[in-house]
């Protein structure tokens, strides 16, 4: 097993076919299917599922995918630390909340590419559970998350701190014992989805129902239409068109604070790229805190 063969059964892994790793790579199929049968051989397990639909991973090959990631950064790092020039360049993968995205990153990142365009931006969002879990098995290298991260592997930074709302479609909060509560939230993992759980606990409701969906436009569009509540940060909820058809109640202490993090594996040393990210991130967003 070599650093070639990880290269290749991490593009299958991450493309999901042999044509599509094939074309990420600048190789003919065959000698993508040729290094993986000999790694699969070498190894002496099956790496993969093969059906019509494409190349789907083996347990073995989910325990072997950490490591081909791990393997992967280490020589990027390599490459980086002995390149002549430490200018910012090549791909800097992040992830974000979907509300930091939306509502503190666009002018961040327009100005990061501005002053770096040989840096390869990519940005992936979800729920912050998702992308803690992203960090850790190092599809992208720092993340956005709400909440305090408390891990061994992971070096966590507040740079803001969001001031969150119940959110709701009148005036009054549907909070009386005699009223069918319907909870609207983001998927599971979502640090909002959690402070609103913990609150409702704290004021004593139960509610009737969950409604889990997986756009948070819909949410508010939903809960604007009488639905049911939710918790999102106040930053989100009072942009256009949502600030016209939706009423934001403060909540009490410790529930109207939700701090954003941003997280980086410890084990990696941050790029010239990713440095010169942090530096934007800390003199950009520290006054909003």
């Known amino acids: 097993m070599d ?51 494409g190349m789907g991973l083996s ?4 325990l072997l995918l950490p490591y081909a990631r791990s393997v992967a950064h280490l020589l ?6 002995l ?4 200018a910012p360049r090549g791909p800097l993968r992040l992830g974000a909340m979907d509300t930091a ?12 590419h501005r002053d770096h365009p040989d840096v390869d931006l990519q940005l992936s969002t979800g729920a912050s559970g998702e992308m803690i879990e992203r960090v850790l098995d190092y599809t992208v290298e720092g993340a956005f998350v709400g909440g305090q991260v408390d891990h061994p592997d992971i070096v966590a930074e507040e740079v803001l701190c969001e001031e969150l709302v119940v959110v709701t479609s009148g005036t009054e909060l549907p909070l009386d014992e005699e009223s069918a509560l319907s909870m609207l939230v983001y998927r599971s993992g979502c ?21 889990e969906m997986g756009a948070l436009d819909a949410i508010l569009g939903c809960v604007g239409a009488g639905m049911g509540i939710t918790m999102l940060p106040r930053s989100f909820v009072t942009r256009e068109p949502f600030c016209s058809l939706v009423r934001v109640h403060a909540v009490a202490p410790p529930f ?3 701090p954003i993090q941003f997280i980086r594996r410890r ?3 941050p790029s010239p790229a990713m440095r010169s990210f942090l530096e934007l991130v800390r003199e950009s967003l520290a006054a909003r805190r």
């Not at 390149?83 to 430490?86: C, D, G, L, N």
């Not at 995205?101 to 990061?112: K, S």
Request: net charge positive; charged share 30%.
């Open 191 to 211: 640090s909002c989805r959690l402070k609103l759980e913990d609150w409702l606990k704290h004021m004593g409701r139960t509610p009737a129902r969950v409604v």
């Open 256 to 258: 109207d604070r939700l």
């Open 76 to 81: 990027h790092e390599a490459r980086a630390a």
């Open 3 to 53: 650093s070639n063969a990880l290269k290749i059964f991490l593009a299958v892994a991450e493309e999901g076919s042999v044509s599509r790793a094939a074309e990420r790579l600048h190789c003919v199929q065959s000698n993508v299917t040729t290094r993986l049968r000999k790694l699969e051989t070498d190894l002496g397990v099956e790496l993969f599922h093969r059906t019509r639909k």
């Open 59 to 62: 347990p073995a090959g989910d």
């Open 101 to 112: 995205a939306v509502v503190h990153l666009p002018a961040l990142l327009a100005c990061y």
């Open 83 to 86: 390149a002549p020039s430490s």
């Open 267 to 269: 084990d990696v040393k």
